[in-house]
């Protein structure tokens, strides 16, 4: 559990509850459902049009990611291929096969076929990043659907406050009506910037870093397959993948 993502949340409401308070506009001035369905909805609606169905899915799934990243402990995974290369100094490439069923990451396991398989390194190497490269552009598009939300959602802010001084306008022979109504119509742009910059937006700068990480470590495992493939060492082995581990 990620709780700096948490804790981030939770002090984003905190500090627009009490600002609210602070500043004297009490928090019934954050309230307005027509606000809200204008940005919330607003904003679902333009993203929907900008979106594939299959990016939109996976945008959704991945969004746990902000709180639980995926387990990719780059320690552990360079001692099983440090292991492996044990392994296949010993019993040959084939002795890896028994390795298979037994790893859980889909990437691993698919690199550890290919080894297995007596693919040439430069095969290894090519296959394995055409794999990497899919894997993060598809879960790159998917995190920029959070971008874009935070995008249009201050847009959305501005139209509502529009539409609440047009609301207000309707109403000049009443006075005094306007202070509150003027003050009801900047709610939806509190609620467009809000929305954007304190969640939105960061989510996005957040999936998008796990994803950068992820990739990170999958570099590593084709880096350490390359090299069993090649009959490395494996002291040799350790020593280069520790440099990914900084």
Known sequence: MDLLSIAGIILAFIALLSGAILKGAGLHSL????????????????????????????????????????VMDARAIVQRLVEWSQIARKQGLLGLESQIDRERDEFIRKGLQLVVD???????????????????????????????????????????????????????????????????????????????????LPIANKLKTTVQAQSHVREMVIEGMVAIAQGDNPRSIETRLQGFLH
């Open 118 to 200: 007596g693919g040439e390194p430069d095969a290894i190497r090519s296959t394995m990043e055409v794999d990497l490269s899919g894997r993060e552009a598809a879960d790159l598009r998917a995190a920029r659907v959070f971008e874009g939300m935070g995008i249009y959602a201050p847009t959305l802010g501005i139209i509502g406050a529009v539409l609440g001084l047009m609301a207000v306008m309707q109403n000049l022979a009443d006075p005094a009506k306007l202070g509150a109504g003027i003050a009801a119509a900047f709610t939806a742009t509190v609620y467009g910037i809000g929305l954007a910059n304190l969640f939105l």
């Open 31 to 70: 309230v307005s459902s027509a606000a809200l369905m204008i940005v919330m909805v607003g904003t679902f609606a333009a993203i929907l049009v900008q979106t594939p169905g299959k990016v939109m899915k996976r945008a959704f799934g991945i969004f746990p990611w902000v709180f639980r990243s995926p």
